[in-house]
């Protein structure tokens, strides 16, 4: 979904606390070198229903280009913007354990479209960080506005992409 002066709007995959990509411990996400972003804490009790397990959603509308259980990439429609959610830290360790595939590589997906359902409690259980960042692949520094900065719902805007 672009507004009107073409900015992709990103919206939030999970809900939690949005807070600067810096604070993920990670460098690959906390120095943007896949790209600028948020991340996205989730919140004690922001588990979800069934055994703590929530759905992580489309920030986008797109094509899902890229889907492992613990990560995706959304297309835009105009082929220009991926969007990469990452579910947890380290999460690629856990070999899929926790996590379960709603949709498939492929798929066209609008904002809000369930991708993953996961548990935040379980991947922290496991000893890994369940911050979520949403990055704008390949974007430059600047071309993020309307910053998300504290308690973000599900769907909420994240960020707009320039």
């Known amino acids: ?6 900015a992709l ?3 939030s995959p999970v809900p939690g ?6 604070t993920v411990p ?4 906390s120095q943007a070198m896949v790209g600028p972003g948020v991340a996205v804490h989730p919140e004690p009790g922001q588990e979800g229903g069934q055994e703590g397990r929530q759905e992580a959603v489309a920030p986008i509308a797109g094509t899902l280009v890229k889907l492992h259980p613990h990560a995706f990439v959304v297309l835009s429609p105009d082929q220009r913007r991926g ?8 999460t690629v360790q856990l070999a899929g354990e926790g996590f ?3 949709a498939a590589e492929g798929d066209t997906v609008e904002a809000g479209t369930p991708v993953i359902r996961w548990s935040p ?10 911050v979520v960042p949403v990055v704008a692949l390949d974007a430059q520094p600047g071309a993020l506005g309307d910053v998300a900065d504290g308690g ?10 320039e």
């Open 1 to 6: 979904m672009s507004d009107v002066t073409g």
């Open 83 to 90: 969007v990469l959610v990452h579910l947890g830290i380290d």
């Open 9 to 11: 709007r990103v919206l």
């Open 100 to 102: 379960t595939l709603l």
């Open 152 to 161: 973000v719902d599900l769907g909420d805007l994240l960020f707009t992409w």
């Open 17 to 22: 606390t949005a807070l600067p990509l810096a």
């Open 121 to 130: 409690g379980s991947v922290a259980a496991h000893g890994k960080p369940s």
């Open 26 to 29: 990670d460098p690959v996400f």
